[in-house]
């Protein structure tokens, strides 16, 4: 039998653990088997410049943290080597990190399961949701739309003016 001190460390831990899963906008949970360090060394700096925190966790400590919340699906999902990547601001920052990773290393990382705005997903699902553009992208492609209708109008505008003979044309 654990001792209390060794208890309550691991309460400790559930409890911060959940509190950051709670926090989050997003998680997705990975088993990592089978990759090098170089190639863990490079997925880790990848998350940690998209501003997600990126942990190996004991299947046993995250099912009672997820348990908690509701996450109760994915408790199946627990087995063998685990990580998490939790996302605070993005929420499909960690599905396209290790999205693009799982795909690359060729079945020796792959995605078991993950959260999104407090709805539990399948791999296929965060498959998917790796596969969508990124927030600056969904930004970048608005402005592009945005301006294009603009200048549409200053055309048309422009070539009225020229039609009525009002002068130079803007």
């Known amino acids: 039998m654990p001792s209390e001190k060794v208890l309550s460390e691991k309460k400790a831990y559930v409890e911060e653990l959940a509190a950051k899963i709670k926090e989050s906008t997003a998680g997705v949970i990975v088993d990592y088997k089978g990759i090098s360090v170089a190639d863990d060394t490079k997925l880790r700096r990848e998350l940690r410049e998209a501003g997600v925190d990126y942990a190996v966790v004991k299947n046993t400590m995250l099912r009672f943290a997820i348990s908690g919340l509701g996450y109760t699906e994915m408790e199946n999902s627990l087995e063998g080597s685990t990580a998490i990547a939790i996302s605070k601001e993005d929420p499909i920052a960690a599905a396209k990190v290790l999205g693009k990773f799982a795909e690359a290393s060729k079945g020796k990382f792959s995605i078991k399961a993950g959260y999104m705005d407090g709805k539990p997903m399948n791999s296929d699902d965060v ?16 402005c592009s739309a945005l301006q294009g209708n603009i200048r549409g109008l200053a055309v048309a505008i422009n070539a009225i003016a020229e039609k009525n003979g009002e002068g130079d044309a803007a």
């Open 127 to 142: 498959m998917a949701l790796s596969k969508l553009p990124g927030k600056q992208e969904l930004l970048s492609m608005l």
